[in-house]
């Protein structure tokens, strides 16, 4: 399984899909099947959640220090089906 990153150039918004291959009988060939992670029902969302670890610095004038370490960061990331095909639509009419 991966990620795969599409992004538009035209609004700034970067999709975020999991794809994972498998074999294709029929066609005899490999094939990947792409999902959009967690759908909650309630609010009609696709979502998509990772923890990242960035470094962290912090300048402490009174003691005159800095701070360095390593945090933790959850990136949650939300699709919407229906926000989607309404921006498919705008783009080709501004095409």
Not at 2 to 23: H, M, Q
Not at 31 to 41: D, E, I, L
Request: glycine share 4%.
């Amino acid at each position: 399984m991966s990620l795969v990153y599409v992004a538009s150039k035209k609004n700034g918004i970067t999709y975020v899909y999991e794809s994972t291959n498998y074999w294709d009988k029929e066609k005899k060939q490999s094939r990947s099947k792409r999902t959009r992670g967690n759908y909650h029902a309630n609010y009609q969302l696709h979502c998509h959640t990772t923890m990242t670890e960035w470094n962290y610095s912090q300048k402490r004038p009174y003691k005159g220090d800095v701070i360095k370490d390593k945090r933790r960061m959850y990136l949650h990331i939300y699709y919407s089906g229906e926000k989607a095909i309404a921006q498919a639509e705008k783009d080709i009419r501004t095409i």
